[in-house]
């Protein structure tokens, strides 16, 4: 009697962690075992009778990723598994269904192989495809078609970046010197550099000492409270040898001549009589002021994260931002209706919409989305349905993913009838 449950104890203990985790924990309480021995248990328990479920869900998974596949079928009812098969053929699932009446419901995704395994062995149920699926592929052939209208986000953000740009030039044309005048940008450098450091609470003594200037020259940049408050004295308004030639240095800076040596040799021609250092201290902040870098237009994937988005979800900004896609591309904005009319289709259960929303997607130029409405198409049935009923393979991705663990867990020695034991049995 003591050995009988000391077996049913390890293989207890080996259908929940496997062979070397299970010898590790039956060493604990003093049952020394070897993992093969804990796997001889396992593998010694009597078969599994899987009973009949009315709503089964079906899903692959992987006994050697991207070579050998099984099929997994779960009763969608009670949330568990009933049966594992070596293989993922249409034939073997017709033939299990077969020998399984009363399944009326079957949730499967949109493989072919399990579409015509359900048509031969359970003809009169009722196949529902996965709307999880079904919502991913339209993600996917929603970024197909940003991705062909990519000139149009760039085009926005050059829009954008335009727009700051002359935001950013408008002060200079208030102010009474504008920017690349050698006491003018200094100036504002100064002050800019004063303020800076009284919000981040040093004190007017602090900022004499850090800037090397002198008590009175910090009180009155900390005192003006805008930079061209300063812009008095003999330097106002006092016109200098070089301003008739600034509009001719500044469309040949625009060419891309940046030697300041060239354009004084070129001006003198014009009649400038004043020196070289002038043209290069007035030159020079062109130079050095830094430049707005150009922002980088969202990518397809981003915009599609966006049209999938419920727009009552979506971030203040991120909804602005694909306003302003959508306002520069028509077809972009036609794809976010068609996206979202298929979400409210796929949470709501209105499948009866799903012709209508067909033939308004078959209207607008969108071919990659042609392209999946031809596979629903292919599957309307089913589409239909998973878009109607409540039932869906959430369940069976669950078991999927436990199938991994289970997999790792035994290092290799997962041969198909030991790991149907510990999935069906554990």
């Given at each position: 009697?003591?050995?009988?449950?000391?077996r049913?104890?390890?293989?207890?203990?080996?259908?929940?962690?496997?062979g070397?985790?299970?010898?590790?924990?039956?060493?604990?309480?003093?049952?020394?075992?070897?993992?093969?021995?804990?796997?001889?248990?396992?593998?010694?328990?009597?078969?599994?009778?899987?009973?009949?479920?009315?709503v089964?869900?079906?899903d692959?998974?992987?006994?050697r990723?991207?070579?050998?596949?099984?099929?997994?079928?779960?009763?969608?009812?009670?949330?568990?598994?009933?049966?594992?098969?070596?293989?993922?053929?249409?034939?073997?699932?017709?033939?299990?269904?077969?020998?399984?009446?009363?399944i009326?419901?079957?949730?499967?995704?949109?493989?072919?192989?399990?579409?015509?395994?359900?048509?031969?062995?359970?003809?009169?149920?009722?196949?529902?495809a996965?709307?999880?699926?079904?919502?991913?592929?339209l993600?996917?052939a929603?970024?197909?078609?940003?991705?062909?209208?990519?000139?149009?986000?760039?085009?926005?953000?050059?829009?954008?970046?335009?727009?700051?740009?002359?935001?950013s030039e408008?002060?200079?044309?208030?102010?009474?010197?504008?920017?690349?005048h050698?006491?003018?940008d200094?100036t504002?450098?100064?002050?800019?550099?004063?303020?800076?450091?009284?919000?981040?609470?040093?004190?007017?003594?602090?900022?004499?000492?850090?800037?090397?200037?002198?008590?009175?020259?910090?009180?009155?940049?900390?005192?003006?409270?805008?930079?061209?408050?300063?812009?008095?004295?003999?330097?106002?308004?006092?016109?200098?040898?070089?301003?008739d030639?600034?509009?001719?240095l500044?469309?040949?800076?625009?060419?891309?001549?940046?030697?300041?040596?060239?354009?004084?040799?070129?001006?003198?021609?014009?009649g400038?009589?004043?020196?070289?250092?002038?043209?290069?201290?007035?030159?020079?902040?062109?130079?050095?002021?830094?430049?707005?870098?150009?922002?980088?237009?969202?990518?397809?994937?981003?915009?599609t994260g966006?049209?999938l988005?419920?727009?009552?979800?979506?971030?203040?900004?991120?909804?602005?931002?694909?306003k302003?896609v959508?306002?520069?591309?028509?077809?972009?904005?036609?794809?976010?209706?068609?996206?979202?009319?298929?979400?409210?289709?796929?949470?709501?259960?209105?499948?009866?919409?799903l012709?209508?929303?067909?033939?308004?997607?078959?209207?607008?130029?969108?071919?990659?989305?042609?392209?999946?409405?031809?596979?629903?198409?292919?599957?309307?049935?089913?589409?239909?349905?998973?878009?109607?009923l409540?039932?869906?393979?959430?369940?069976?991705?669950?078991?999927?993913?436990?199938?991994?663990?289970?997999?790792?867990?035994?290092?290799?020695?997962?041969?198909?009838?030991?790991?149907?034991?510990?999935?069906?049995?554990?």
């Open positions: 009697m003591r050995r009988r449950l000391l049913s104890a390890l293989a207890e203990v080996g259908l929940a962690l496997a070397r985790a299970g010898a590790r924990l039956a060493d604990i309480p003093g049952a020394r075992v070897s993992r093969n021995t804990v796997l001889r248990l396992v593998d010694a328990l009597p078969e599994p009778q899987p009973r009949s479920p009315r089964v869900g079906v692959e998974y992987a006994m990723k991207g070579r050998v596949y099984g099929t997994v079928l779960v009763d969608v009812e009670t949330r568990r598994p009933v049966d594992l098969l070596p293989d993922r053929d249409a034939g073997t699932l017709a033939a299990w269904l077969t020998q399984h009446p009363g009326e419901v079957v949730c499967r995704d949109c493989a072919p192989f399990f579409a015509e395994g359900a048509s031969i062995g359970a003809p009169s149920a009722v196949q529902v996965d709307r999880f699926h079904l919502w991913r592929n993600g996917e929603a970024e197909r078609c940003v991705s062909r209208h990519r000139p149009c986000l760039r085009a926005t953000t050059a829009e954008s970046t335009t727009e700051k740009e002359l935001a408008s002060p200079d044309r208030d102010s009474p010197w504008p920017t690349g050698r006491f003018a200094r504002r450098a100064k002050h800019a550099t004063v303020h800076a450091l009284l919000a981040a609470g040093h004190s007017r003594r602090s900022i004499q000492r850090q800037l090397g200037m002198t008590y009175r020259t910090v009180q009155r940049l900390a005192d003006a409270a805008r930079p061209e408050d300063l812009f008095q004295g003999q330097w106002q308004n006092r016109r200098t040898k070089l301003d030639f600034k509009p001719y500044h469309e040949r800076w625009a060419e891309g001549c940046t030697n300041a040596w060239t354009l004084w040799e070129e001006i003198k021609t014009h400038y009589t004043g020196g070289y250092g002038a043209v290069r201290a007035y030159l020079q902040p062109f130079r050095t002021s830094p430049t707005a870098p150009t922002a980088r237009p969202p990518s397809p994937r981003t915009v966006w049209m988005t419920h727009p009552d979800t979506l971030p203040e900004g991120e909804r602005l931002k694909l302003s959508l306002a520069s591309c028509p077809e972009l904005d036609a794809l976010t209706g068609h996206v979202r009319a298929f979400g409210r289709m796929l949470t709501q259960l209105q499948g009866d919409q012709p209508q929303w067909i033939k308004a997607v078959r209207a607008d130029d969108l071919p990659r989305l042609h392209t999946f409405v031809n596979g629903l198409e292919r599957d309307l049935a089913a589409v239909t349905a998973g878009l109607t409540p039932w869906s393979s959430g369940v069976v991705e669950g078991h999927v993913n436990r199938i991994k663990m289970i997999k790792r867990q035994m290092y290799g020695r997962a041969s198909f009838g030991l790991l149907r034991k510990r999935v069906l049995l554990a």
